[in-house]
Nanobody
Framework: QVQLVESGGGLVQPGGSLRLSCAAS????????MGWYRQAPGKQREMVAH???????TYADSVKGRFTISRDNAKNMLYLQMNSLKPEDTAVYYC????????WGQGTQVTVSS
C-alpha cells in the first residue's frame, strides 16, 4: 500500500508562482511512474505533467514552459513548480503514482485570482 499527500496549494495572483509537493510513503517500488493531474469545477480530471523513474518527463501543452515537474527518489517526493500562473490553472491538483498498483492523493486546491 502507498499513501500520497499533496501540499503547497493556495491562492495566488495571476503571474505568480506556487510549488506543490507530494510525499509518498509505504511500499514504493523503485521503478514507478508519478504524475500531477488537475480537475477544475465541472471539468474532467486532466494530465498536467508526468515523471518516469528513468528521468523522462512530459507536460500538457497548456503548461509547457511554465510548469516543471521534479522528483527526489531518495525522499520519495514529487514536486510541481508552477510559474506564470493563469486563472485557468485554478483546479484541485492531484498526485498519482503507478508502481505495484495505482495510487492517488487527496488533492490540494490551487486558486489563481486577483
Amino acid at each position: 500500500q502507498v499513501q500520497l499527500v499533496e501540499s503547497g496549494g493556495g491562492l495566488v495572483q495571476p503571474g505568480g508562482s506556487l510549488r506543490l509537493s507530494c510525499a509518498a510513503s509505504g511500499n514504493i517500488k523503485s521503478t514507478n511512474f508519478m504524475g500531477w493531474y488537475r480537475q477544475a469545477p465541472g471539468k474532467q480530471r486532466e494530465m498536467v505533467a508526468h515523471s518516469y523513474s528513468g528521468g523522462a518527463t512530459t507536460y500538457a501543452d497548456s503548461v509547457k514552459g511554465r510548469f516543471t515537474i521534479s522528483r527526489d527518489n531518495a525522499k520519495n517526493m514529487l514536486y510541481l513548480q508552477m510559474n506564470s500562473l493563469k486563472p485557468e490553472d485554478t483546479a484541485v491538483y492531484y498526485c498519482r503514482l503507478i508502481g505495484g498498483g495505482e495510487y492517488w492523493g487527496q488533492g490540494t486546491q490551487v486558486t489563481v485570482s486577483s
